[in-house]
């Protein structure tokens, strides 16, 4: 296990790209002149809705679960997830073969049980809480003894979502600036970290619902103010921000934005309609941030990192009425 002393290191990422590169998918970049010419800049969008499990979360699980010691795999694993880091715990381990406990909101979408349930992940539901996801889930390893891997708050995690921001600079090494959502803000952080090793000049943009803005409200604090209440149709969006991403967001991000809800929906609509991909709306929320006033970045070229690609297919956002 890293030390947390030295924070989130080009060399805990690099060991995690290593340790993936036979088990995620090297996601690729979609353009569109159409949406360029609407935002008056050059759009590169990273896919990670194409990504294992459907969200990149897949990347920062299957690093955390494969740099267990036998010893600590054995017992397994345990989380508490809405869903896409889950579903991405329950695949790891099974590749692994090693068990995997999974504490789930009970307002989870449907989708993204169905996929923890098809990894083989055992689910525990629980209030629609972060109180009662993290009670529920000392219970859970305190009855099984499994090791927990929190959803963003851990370095191994950060490190693999990190990889991401890695490949996006490979594929489009000339880029401005990275927009990228930010929740519990293990993507961010580990975007900021890679990018801005790879590529110092880079500007990195943390973007989040209005409704759920703790991490923009802990940004200009400078002290991390917890979610309370999020009300958002993000639903992978709704954690509170973790310690250890904090760290490197204070440190290496140059803004927060926030976004309303009905420029999400927008945006996942557009995304849909023109890129031709299905985006989550958490996903969909860095590329919100150009279709609502506030970001000066015309004619830079932008790379958005659609962050997933889960929903229920029979609840969309613009055929009947979203429920949080």
């Not at 995690?16 to 569109?32: G, M, N, Q, Y």
């Not at 990504?51 to 694993?77: D, I, P, Y």
């Not at 995997?100 to 996929?115: F, G």
């Not at 929320?285 to 889960?310: D, E, K, Q, T």
Request: charged share 20%; net charge neutral; aromatic share 4%.
């Amino acid at each position: 296990m890293p030390e947390d002393s030295a924070g989130l290191t080009w060399k805990l990422i690099e060991q995690a790209r290593e340790r993936i590169a036979d088990k995620v998918s090297v996601t690729p970049v979609l353009t569109s002149a159409t949406l360029d010419a609407q935002a008056g800049a050059h759009l590169y969008f990273k896919c990670e809705n194409f990504q294992k499990c459907g969200a990149f979360k897949a990347r920062g699980a299957t690093n955390a679960v494969f740099a267990l010691s036998e010893q600590a795999a054995l017992r397994g694993v345990a989380t508490h997830s809405s869903g896409n880091h889950a579903a991405a715990l329950a695949r790891a381990a099974r590749l692994r073969g090693i068990s995997a406990y999974i504490v789930m909101p009970d307002n989870s979408a449907q989708a993204k049980r169905a996929a923890v349930s098809r990894y083989g992940g055992e689910i525990t539901y629980c209030a629609p809480t972060l109180a009662a996801r993290e009670s529920t889930a000392r219970q859970v390893m305190a009855a099984t003894g499994a090791a927990l891997v929190h959803p963003y708050d851990d370095l191994l995690v950060m490190a693999g979502q990190a990889t991401a921001a890695v490949e996006l600079l490979e594929q489009v090494p000339d880029l401005d600036v990275i927009l990228c959502t930010v929740g519990g803000g293990g993507l961010l952080s580990g975007t900021a970290v890679a990018a801005r090793t790879v590529k110092p000049a880079v500007r990195v943009i943390g973007i989040e619902p209005a409704g759920a803005d703790d991490a923009a409200r802990s940004f200009r604090a400078g002290q991390i103010l917890p979610s309370v209440n999020p009300d958002t149709i993000a639903d992978g969006l709704r954690s509170s921000l973790g310690v250890r991403p904090f760290a490197e967001i204070r440190r290496l991000v140059e803004d927060i934005a926030t976004v309303p809800d009905e420029a999400i929906v927008r945006a996942m609509r557009v995304l849909w309609e023109v890129l031709k991909v299905v985006v989550e709306p958490s996903g969909a929320v860095p590329y919100a941030a150009l279709l609502a006033p506030g970001l000066a970045l015309r004619g830079r070229r932008i790379g958005l990192v659609l962050s997933g690609g889960n929903l229920d297919l029979d609840r969309l956002p613009w055929s009947a009425p979203a429920t949080h």
